[in-house]
Structures are given as structure tokens and as C-alpha cells.
């Protein structure tokens, strides 16, 4: 069984964002950049499958700019086997990217594609479940554990009112949760290891794929600020403050 | 064009976040039409029905849709596109495990998790936790949104009498079967929309201790929430998570203890009116949000605090 692990490179989640003051966007340079962390789980989990003995390939691959490679690169390093870096200079929508994966899938043929259920900087939500109707395969979102069958995969999803658990058939996307696992760290050796692993490298525009925005983006702004509240002293205050100022019990 | 609504519900009743949505809905294009996919649900469109924002229940009724499954939603959605401008749901799992699906058969690059309707094509939506909000245009002839619900007042249930039509089911896919649904019984208001919700973090250490939240929850009828790291240590289920990919939440009173207040917490929260934390550590950024900080440690000041509202006596429920 052959797995496909989408990551995306995205601002480090403990990174305070800035937008920028022209509103068109937020500020990028020098800013600390990892993978997408939904996406480290989707990654984890194909290796533990694969340890586990019921993987032979794992392929990690991204869309982005050049850096996104390191993204690849630290995939190989935990584990997957070889990498794809499909190149575009521009940010895509997850439309974009859910066609380009459909290329990819079509070429490399997965039983199974991972990848995280959201990315942390756009917050959309969507890729996934996008390449899943491209390809006319089930979906199995928001996982939290996934137990692999002969010819289909049993996945518990957090869902707002608690688990639930469907079962699909391969091949299927699955788009991982945050309690899917715990990621493991790249050892010194591996990452090493890592450096000598292939990465082919995609251009976006040859696979034929319209990539053009839908979305125009007209200003980013910052939220409005919350005004400056206040210390009090004692549980006593607290309640009195709550009932008097606050009017809220 | 009108607007096409994709109800969620469990056959029996429609699930509050819709009721948001519909507001929402409602202010992208008053032709508003409500489709509802279930099976046995007739008190459910009927409810729809009286909605007064509601100007059309479309209604497919089969036994393929008892629960549901992202693929025969689409499916069935992908039947009606055709005649609506936009294609609307709230952005919980439910939207956006479905709404995604639909789009890209389409060929539509959705907005998702809106929190303004600026204009039909024109949306604020948040981005990066919270700490940006964009503003987007869709240049796709037809739309595909999702809401938050937080962000939108819950819509009037009485007092319509829409029209409800019959529609016929849609495809059934065989690659994708429901097991389960574990869901955790609660008196308590759901998180989602209650007045005030109390929410415990790492500090708590454990999960009996939050049976110290439970109690103050329980004197001032509130929900419970918690911080990711709270339910990764097994202190309390998944469906209490508050914050980035958990759940969005703004209620009168937020009640924050035992939580450092990271990005992703936050972005779950930010938006209450009245943000209380209880936590040890002055330094900790949950203060830098907090209306009302009390620097304490928490296994004093919580019962302390139920002392306190009980002998107020006046707690609204």
C-alpha cells in the first residue's frame, strides 16, 4: 500500500502575526516557518502504518515556493521515502491545490492520502475534502484514530458533538486531527539520511492545471483590539465587579 | 438568484447553528431556501418552515440519509445548484466536512467561515487564529460560504409558514459507511451557544479536579469549555475544546482558569464580552485579553468563588 502525504509551509504557530500596514497581508520575512501542524500528524501516522507493516511507500508532497522543499525534507526525515515539490511562485487557493493533488494522484496511483484538516494560516478547511470530490474517493475528516482493514479504513472523527466513527473503502483521503497522534522528532542520523532522499520537483504550469484566483483579497486588517482590562485583588472583587460593572451574573 | 441553505439536524430537531446561518443567509439574498436532507424528519421541516427569514423548504426525504454522510449530501445538493447563487452552511464539522465537496464539483473556490456579509460577492472572514481578518470578493459566478455561527444572531422560530416541496433522494455512495456517533449527554447548555461558559486548562492537573468547574458551571447554568492542552492530557473529552480547530465561542461571560492562553486558545475566545481569567501566573497571555484578572491560584479561588455566587441568590438562568 502506497501512501501520499500533502504538507503545507506555513507561519509557525507560536509566531504573533503582523499584518502589514498597506493591508495586503501579513507579514512574512524573517518570520519563523514550519510545517503546517495538522500535517506532522497526517505525516506521523503514515509512518506508524507503514511500521506496522501494512505500508511499503510513503510520498510527501507539498505546493509552494521554493522553501516549501524544507517542508518535504522534514518529512523525509521522520520517515516518508521519497519527495514531491510541485513549484509555484504565488499563493493558490486550496481549489488549486486540490487539482494539482489530483494530478499527483493520478501519477503516483496512493491507496491513501493524508494530510492535515486544516492549514493554520488560511484556516480554510477545504483541501481534502476537495481532492476527495475531485477524485470521486470518500472522505474521512477531522481524524482522531484510524485502524486499517484489508480493503477499507475505520476512522474515528472528532465531530462537535463528540466521535464518530465511518467506515471507508480504499482508496480514501483522511485528513487528520491534532489527537490523531503525537509527531515524533527527527533524529540527528535521520535527518541526515534525509538530505540524500529524492525530491522531484513539479512546476505548477506544466501540469496543466488552472490555477488562477477566484478570490480577490481587497484588505487585510487586525482585528479589533480589546480595550485594556484590570487586576482585582480577590475572589470577592471579581464577584463584585461581575455583578455591578459587568452586569453579566 | 436565490440562496440555497444546507440544513443540519438529527431527525428530529434542526441544530441551532443553522438558525445562525439562516441570519446570515438571509442578509446575502432574502429568497432564501432551506434544503433539508433526513430521513423521518418531517418535524424538522416543519420547524424550518416557521422560521420567518425562511422562504422555502426543499425536503428529501430517504432512509440513505438517517445519518449523514458527506458523499450523499453532495449528491443530493449537487441536484438543486443549479438554480441558486449561493450554496450556504455553518462552518462546524459539519459544514465544513460537506460544504468543500460541493464546491469543487462545481468548480467553486469557497469562502469559508465568514463573519460579515458586506455585499452578495464580499465577505469578512478571520484568518491566521483570528489575528487577521480579510476582507474577500468572489469572483466565482456562483458562491459557495460557510458561517460562523458565533458570529451571526440565531434567527426568529415562529411565525412563518413557508412552503415546503418534496424533492426526490440522490445518489447513495457505497464507499463510505456510518459506524457510530458517541455522543456525550449533557444538561447543561451546549457550548456553542450558551450565555456563559467556564473553561479549565492544564492547571487543573486532572480530570476530577474539574469537578471544581462543573460546580461553578452548575450554580450560573453554564457551559464548559476547555484548552487543547487540557484535552490532550485526557482531563475532559474532545467536544469541550475551545480555540482554533475546536470550537469558536462568544459568550456574555468567558470564564478562563488554569490557562496560559496560547494563539490557538485564544482564537476560540477573544470574541466574549466579558473575558474573566483565574490563573497563577501574572505573566501568563490570557491576561492580555482579560477584562478581569485575578492572579490566584486556582484551587483556592474556584470555591471560593462558588461561595461568593452563592450568596449573591440572584444568578439569572
Same mark, same amino acid.
Given at each position: 500500500?502506497?501512501?501520499? #502525504?500533502?504538507?503545507?509551509?506555513?507561519?509557525?504557530?507560536?509566531?504573533?502575526?503582523?499584518?502589514?500596514?498597506?493591508?495586503?497581508?501579513?507579514?512574512?520575512?524573517?518570520?519563523?516557518?514550519?510545517?503546517?501542524?495538522?500535517?506532522?500528524?497526517?505525516?506521523?501516522?503514515?509512518?506508524?502504518?507503514?511500521?506496522?507493516?501494512?505500508?511499503?511507500?510513503?510520498?510527501?508532497?507539498?505546493?509552494?515556493?521554493?522553501?516549501?522543499?524544507?517542508?518535504?525534507?522534514?518529512?523525509?526525515? #521522520?520517515?516518508?521515502? +521519497?519527495?514531491?515539490?510541485?513549484?509555484?511562485?504565488?499563493?493558490?487557493?486550496?481549489?488549486?491545490?486540490?487539482?494539482?493533488?489530483?494530478?499527483?494522484?493520478?501519477?503516483?496511483?496512493?491507496?491513501?492520502?493524508?494530510?492535515?484538516?486544516?492549514?493554520?494560516?488560511?484556516?480554510?478547511?477545504?483541501?481534502?475534502?476537495?481532492?476527495?470530490?475531485?477524485?470521486?474517493?470518500?472522505?474521512?475528516?477531522?481524524?482522531?484514530?484510524?485502524?486499517?482493514?484489508?480493503?477499507?479504513?475505520?476512522?474515528?472523527?472528532?465531530?462537535?458533538?463528540?466521535?464518530?466513527?465511518?467506515?471507508?473503502?480504499?482508496?480514501?483521503? #483522511?485528513?487528520?486531527?491534532?489527537?490523531?497522534?503525537?509527531? +515524533?522528532?527527527?533524529?540527528?542520523?535521520?535527518?541526515?539520511?534525509?538530505?540524500?532522499?529524492?525530491?522531484?520537483?513539479?512546476?505548477?504550469?506544466?501540469?496543466?492545471?488552472?490555477?488562477?484566483?477566484?478570490?480577490?483579497?481587497?484588505?487585510?486588517?487586525?482585528?479589533?483590539? +480589546?480595550?485594556?482590562?484590570?487586576?482585582?485583588?480577590?475572589?470577592?472583587?471579581?464577584?463584585?465587579?461581575?455583578?455591578?460593572?459587568?452586569?453579566?451574573? | 438568484?436565490?440562496?440555497?441553505?444546507?440544513?443540519?439536524?438529527?431527525?428530529?430537531?434542526?441544530?441551532?447553528?443553522?438558525?445562525?446561518?439562516?441570519?446570515?443567509?438571509?442578509?446575502?439574498?432574502?429568497?432564501?431556501?432551506?434544503? %433539508?436532507?433526513?430521513?423521518?424528519?418531517?418535524?424538522?421541516?416543519?420547524?424550518?418552515?416557521?422560521?420567518?427569514?425562511? *422562504?422555502?423548504?426543499?425536503?428529501?426525504?430517504?432512509?440513505?440519509?438517517?445519518?449523514?454522510?458527506?458523499?450523499?449530501?453532495?449528491?443530493?445538493?449537487?441536484?438543486?445548484?443549479?438554480?441558486?447563487?449561493?450554496?450556504?452552511?455553518?462552518?462546524?464539522?459539519?459544514? *465544513?466536512?460537506?460544504?468543500?465537496?460541493?464546491?469543487?464539483?462545481?468548480?467553486?473556490?469557497?469562502?469559508?467561515?465568514?463573519?460579515?456579509?458586506?455585499?452578495?460577492?464580499?465577505?469578512?472572514?478571520?484568518?491566521?487564529?483570528?489575528?487577521?481578518?480579510?476582507?474577500?470578493?468572489?469572483?466565482?459566478?456562483?458562491?459557495?460560504?460557510?458561517?460562523?455561527?458565533?458570529?451571526?444572531?440565531?434567527?426568529?422560530?415562529?411565525?412563518?409558514?413557508?412552503?415546503?416541496?418534496?424533492?426526490?433522494?440522490?445518489?447513495?455512495?457505497?464507499?463510505?459507511?456510518?459506524?457510530?456517533?458517541?455522543?456525550?449527554?449533557?444538561?447543561?447548555?451546549?457550548?456553542?451557544?450558551?450565555?456563559?461558559?467556564?473553561?479549565?486548562?492544564?492547571?487543573?492537573?486532572?480530570?476530577?479536579?474539574? *469537578?471544581?468547574?462543573?460546580?461553578?458551571?452548575?450554580?450560573?447554568?453554564?457551559?464548559?469549555?476547555?484548552?487543547?492542552?487540557?484535552?490532550?492530557?485526557?482531563?475532559?473529552?474532545?467536544?469541550?475544546?475551545?480555540?482554533?480547530?475546536?470550537?469558536?465561542?462568544?459568550?456574555?461571560?468567558?470564564?478562563?482558569?488554569?490557562?496560559?492562553?496560547?494563539?490557538?486558545?485564544?482564537?476560540?475566545?477573544?470574541?466574549?464580552?466579558?473575558?474573566?481569567?483565574?490563573?497563577?501566573?501574572?505573566?501568563?497571555?490570557?491576561?492580555?485579553?482579560?477584562?478581569?484578572?485575578?492572579?490566584?491560584?486556582?484551587?483556592?479561588?474556584?470555591?471560593?468563588? %462558588?461561595?461568593?455566587?452563592?450568596?449573591?441568590?440572584?444568578?439569572?438562568?
Amino acid at each position: 500500500m502506497k501512501i501520499l #502525504v500533502a504538507v503545507k509551509r506555513v507561519i509557525d504557530y507560536n509566531v504573533q502575526i503582523r499584518v502589514k500596514e498597506d493591508g495586503s497581508g501579513v507579514v512574512t520575512d524573517n518570520v519563523k516557518m514550519s510545517t503546517n501542524p495538522p500535517d506532522d500528524n497526517a505525516i506521523e501516522e503514515a509512518v506508524k502504518i507503514k511500521e506496522a507493516g501494512k505500508a511499503s511507500e510513503i510520498i510527501a508532497v507539498t505546493v509552494g515556493e521554493e522553501k516549501a522543499q524544507e517542508t518535504v525534507r522534514k518529512a523525509l526525515a #521522520v520517515g516518508a521515502d +521519497r519527495g514531491i515539490h510541485v513549484k509555484v511562485d504565488s499563493i493558490l487557493e486550496p481549489l488549486a491545490v486540490s487539482k494539482i493533488l489530483k494530478k499527483i494522484v493520478e501519477k503516483e496511483n496512493p491507496n491513501l492520502v493524508f494530510m492535515g484538516k486544516q492549514a493554520i494560516d488560511d484556516d480554510c478547511n477545504q483541501t481534502g475534502q476537495m481532492l476527495a470530490a475531485h477524485l470521486n474517493w470518500p472522505q474521512a475528516t477531522f481524524a482522531s484514530k484510524i485502524e486499517v482493514k484489508e480493503n477499507s479504513l475505520e476512522v474515528t472523527r472528532e465531530v462537535d458533538e463528540g466521535l464518530e466513527t465511518i467506515e471507508v473503502n480504499t482508496p480514501a483521503i #483522511v485528513t487528520c486531527d491534532l489527537r490523531l497522534n503525537e509527531p +515524533r522528532y527527527a533524529s540527528l542520523p535521520n535527518i541526515m539520511k534525509a538530505k540524500k532522499k529524492p525530491i522531484e520537483q513539479i512546476n505548477a504550469s506544466d501540469l496543466g492545471v488552472d490555477t488562477n484566483p477566484r478570490i480577490e483579497h481587497i484588505k487585510i486588517e487586525e482585528p479589533p483590539k +480589546r480595550k485594556a482590562g484590570i487586576k482585582v485583588a480577590s475572589v470577592e472583587e471579581l464577584v463584585q465587579k461581575l455583578k455591578n460593572e459587568a452586569k453579566v451574573i | 438568484m436565490s440562496v440555497l441553505l444546507i440544513a443540519e439536524h438529527n431527525n428530529k430537531e434542526v441544530k441551532s447553528f443553522t438558525l445562525n446561518a439562516i441570519t446570515a443567509a438571509s442578509q446575502i439574498d432574502q429568497d432564501l431556501h432551506v434544503l %433539508l436532507i433526513g430521513h423521518n424528519a418531517d418535524d424538522v421541516a416543519k420547524s424550518l418552515s416557521e422560521v420567518p427569514l425562511v *422562504k422555502k423548504v426543499l425536503h428529501m426525504d430517504n432512509e440513505i440519509y438517517e445519518n449523514y454522510i458527506a458523499e450523499n449530501y453532495t449528491s443530493a445538493i449537487l441536484k438543486h445548484a443549479d438554480k441558486y447563487s449561493h450554496i450556504v452552511c455553518s462552518a462546524n464539522t459539519f459544514g *465544513k466536512n460537506l460544504m468543500p465537496r460541493i464546491a469543487a464539483l462545481l468548480d467553486i473556490s469557497q469562502v469559508s467561515d465568514i463573519i460579515k456579509v458586506i455585499a452578495p460577492d464580499t465577505f469578512l472572514r478571520p484568518i491566521y487564529a483570528g489575528n487577521a481578518f480579510a476582507t474577500v470578493k468572489s469572483n466565482d459566478d456562483k458562491k459557495c460560504i460557510t458561517i460562523r455561527p458565533t458570529s451571526f444572531e440565531a434567527a426568529e422560530t415562529t411565525g412563518g409558514s413557508a412552503e415546503i416541496e418534496k424533492v426526490d433522494a440522490a445518489d447513495k455512495t457505497e464507499n463510505t459507511k456510518f459506524v457510530n456517533r458517541e455522543e456525550i449527554k449533557s444538561d447543561r447548555p451546549e457550548l456553542g451557544t450558551a450565555r456563559i461558559v467556564i473553561s479549565g486548562g492544564r492547571g487543573l492537573q486532572s480530570g476530577e479536579n474539574f *469537578k471544581l468547574i462543573s460546580d461553578v458551571a452548575d450554580k450560573l447554568n453554564a457551559a464548559i469549555g476547555a484548552s487543547r492542552a487540557a484535552v490532550d492530557a485526557g482531563y475532559i473529552t474532545n467536544e469541550h475544546q475551545v480555540g482554533q480547530t475546536g470550537k469558536v465561542v462568544v459568550p456574555d461571560l468567558y470564564i478562563a482558569v488554569g490557562i496560559s492562553g496560547a494563539i490557538q486558545h485564544l482564537a476560540g475566545m477573544k470574541e466574549s464580552k466579558v473575558i474573566v481569567a483565574i490563573n497563577k501566573d501574572g505573566e501568563a497571555p490570557i491576561f492580555s485579553v482579560a477584562d478581569y484578572g485575578l492572579e490566584a491560584d486556582l484551587f483556592e479561588a474556584l470555591p471560593q468563588f %462558588l461561595e461568593e455566587l452563592n450568596k449573591l441568590n440572584t444568578i439569572q438562568k
